[in-house]
Nanobody, 116 residues
Framework: QAQLVESGGGLVQPGGSLRLSCAAS????????MGWYRQVPGKQRELVAT???????SYTDSVKGRFTISRDNAKNTVYMQMNSLKPEDTAGYYCRADSDFSGPVWGQGTQVTVSS
């Protein structure tokens, strides 16, 4: 089974930018899609963006035009560039990998706080 490690979260002012990274290691064979989800306390985890191993991307409506997901297949790493951040983007951000050979794998999460 693969392991995922996220990085890049932090505190940023409204309108600022952050770049999240998610590095996959271990048994990465069969991973066909990776994505970012976010969760605030008391609410369900929600999908933010996904990217397939062919580069097809999908975004939730609230981040379209502001967030960009990308991947480096050679490094088994997925990135999410977040621009024009808003206070409502504040959440724990979690990376997820979907594989043909196992159930979904989750990273430990990284906190993003947008506040002045």
């Amino acid at each position: 089974q693969a392991q995922l490690v996220e990085s890049g979260g932090g505190l940023v002012q409204p309108g600022g930018s952050l770049r999240l990274s998610c590095a996959a290691s271990g048994n990465t064979r069969g991973i066909y899609r990776m994505g970012w989800y976010r969760q605030v306390p008391g609410k369900q985890r929600e999908l933010v963006a996904t990217i397939t191993n062919r580069g097809t991307t999908s975004y939730t409506d609230s981040v379209k035009g502001r967030f960009t997901i990308s991947r480096d297949n050679a490094k088994n790493t997925v990135y999410m560039q977040m621009n024009s951040l808003k206070p409502e983007d504040t959440a724990g951000y979690y990376c997820r990998a979907d594989s043909d050979f196992s159930g979904p794998v989750w990273g430990q999460g990284t906190q993003v706080t947008v506040s002045s």
